[in-house]
C-alpha cells in the first residue's frame, strides 16, 4: 500500500515538477539561441568592416567581403591618416573641439534647469517643462532651413560653433528631463537640512546635489558624447570647408565621382568608433548605476 502511495507520488512529480523543469530548460535555451542569433547578426557587419579595413587594395578590389585578410596590412589606416589624402586627423580633432563642449554645455544647463524645475515650486512650472521637453520631439530636419539662414545671417556659418549652439540646444531637453526626474527623487529633507545650517542655494546644488548626480551626469555624458559624435546631419550643413568637418563627414570625402575607398572608409569608421568606446568603457559602472536609477522602490 505504502510502496503504491510512493509510486503515484513519484508520477505526479513526474508529470508536474519534472515536466515544468523541462519546459523552463526548453525556454531557457531557446533564450540563449535567440541571444546568439542576434549576436552574430549584429556583429558580422563589425566582422566585415574590421576584415575590409585590413585587406590590401587589391584584396579589396578583388571582392569578398565577409573573407578574412590573407595578411593583416595597415595602409588603409596609414592612407586616411595622411594629411594629403584622409586627412583624417584635422577631423577627429574637429570632431573633439565640437563633442566636449557641446556635451558640456547642454549638460550644465540641463542639469541647472532640472534643478530648478526639480526642487522649486512656481506658478507655471509645469507648462515651462513641457515647453523644454517638447524639443525632443521637433524633428531636426523641420530646423534645417531656418538654422541655416540663422547661422548664415550671424557669421557663424561654416564654422565648428555653429555646430555647437545647434548640438546644445538640441541636448538640453533630455538633460533637463533626466536631471527634473532625478533631483524629484533627491530627499527634500536634505535641502531643508542644510537651509538650517545657513547653506545658500549655490552651496547646496554644488556641494550636496550635485556630487549626488553623477550616476546621471554618466548617463547623459554617455548619450551626449555618442548622439554628437556620431551625428552627420548638422556637420553636413552647417560646414563646408574641410577646416570645420568633423569625421563623420569626413569618411564621405573617401567617396569619389566613380570609385569608393571601401578599405578607407573601413578603416576611418574604426577610428572613429574608438572615443564613442572609451567612453562607454570609462562611464560604464555609473552609467548602469543611472539607467537603474528609481527602478525600484523602497
Known amino acids: 500500500m505504502r510502496k503504491g502511495l510512493q509510486d503515484r507520488n513519484t508520477t505526479a512529480f513526474s508529470m508536474t515538477g519534472g515536466g515544468g523543469d523541462w519546459i523552463r530548460?526548453?525556454?531557457?535555451?531557446?533564450l540563449y539561441a535567440a541571444l546568439t542569433i542576434m549576436l552574430?547578426?549584429?556583429?558580422a557587419p563589425v566582422y566585415g568592416a574590421i576584415a575590409t579595413a585590413f585587406k590590401s587594395q587589391?584584396?579589396?578590389?578583388?571582392?569578398?567581403?565577409?573573407?578574412?585578410p590573407s595578411n593583416l596590412a595597415?595602409?588603409?589606416?596609414?592612407?586616411?591618416?595622411?594629411?594629403?589624402?584622409?586627412?583624417?586627423?584635422?577631423?577627429?580633432?574637429n570632431s573633439l573641439l565640437l563633442t566636449i563642449p557641446a556635451s558640456i554645455f547642454s549638460i550644465a544647463l540641463g542639469t541647472l534647469a532640472g534643478y530648478g524645475l526639480g526642487k522649486?515650486?512656481?506658478r507655471g512650472d509645469g507648462l515651462l517643462f513641457i515647453f523644454i521637453v517638447a524639443g525632443m520631439f521637433l524633428p531636426p530636419q523641420i530646423a534645417l532651413i531656418p538654422v541655416f539662414r540663422l547661422m548664415n545671417d550671424i557669421g557663424l556659418y561654416d564654422t565648428i560653433y555653429a555646430v555647437i549652439i545647434i548640438h546644445t540646444a538640441f541636448g538640453i531637453p533630455i538633460c533637463t528631463l533626466v536631471m527634473r526626474n532625478f533631483f524629484q527623487i533627491v530627499p527634500n529633507a536634505l535641502r531643508e537640512a542644510a537651509l538650517i545650517d545657513?547653506?545658500?542655494?549655490?552651496?547646496?546644488?554644488?556641494?550636496?546635489?550635485?556630487?549626488?548626480?553623477?550616476?546621471?551626469l554618466a548617463v547623459l555624458a554617455t548619450l551626449q558624447f555618442t548622439w554628437i559624435w556620431n551625428d552627420f546631419l548638422w556637420p553636413f550643413i552647417l560646414t563646408q570647408k574641410a577646416d570645420s568637418r568633423t569625421i563623420m563627414v569626413g569618411i564621405l570625402?573617401?567617396?569619389?565621382q566613380y570609385t569608393v575607398d571601401w578599405g578607407g572608409q573601413a578603416a576611418a569608421s574604426l577610428i572613429g568608433s574608438l572615443p564613442t568606446l572609451f567612453i562607454f568603457v570609462f562611464f560604464q559602472r555609473y552609467f548602469i548605476r543611472g539607467l537603474t536609477l528609481g527602478a525600484v522602490k523602497g
Do not use: C
Not at 530548460?25 to 531557446?30: E, I, M, N, S, Y
Not at 545657513?198 to 546621471?216: C, D, H, V, W
Open 25 to 30: 530548460r526548453l525556454g531557457t535555451g531557446l
Open 58 to 68: 587589391a584584396e579589396v578590389a578583388a571582392g569578398g567581403y565577409w573573407t578574412p
Open 40 to 43: 552574430i547578426l549584429f556583429m
Open 198 to 216: 545657513g547653506a545658500n542655494e549655490y552651496k547646496i546644488f554644488f556641494r550636496i546635489m550635485l556630487p549626488l548626480t553623477l550616476p546621471a
Open 74 to 93: 595597415g595602409e588603409n589606416f596609414a592612407r586616411v591618416m595622411d594629411p594629403e589624402q584622409g586627412n583624417l586627423g584635422l577631423y577627429l580633432g
Open 120 to 122: 522649486y515650486n512656481f
Open 253 to 256: 570625402n573617401l567617396t569619389g
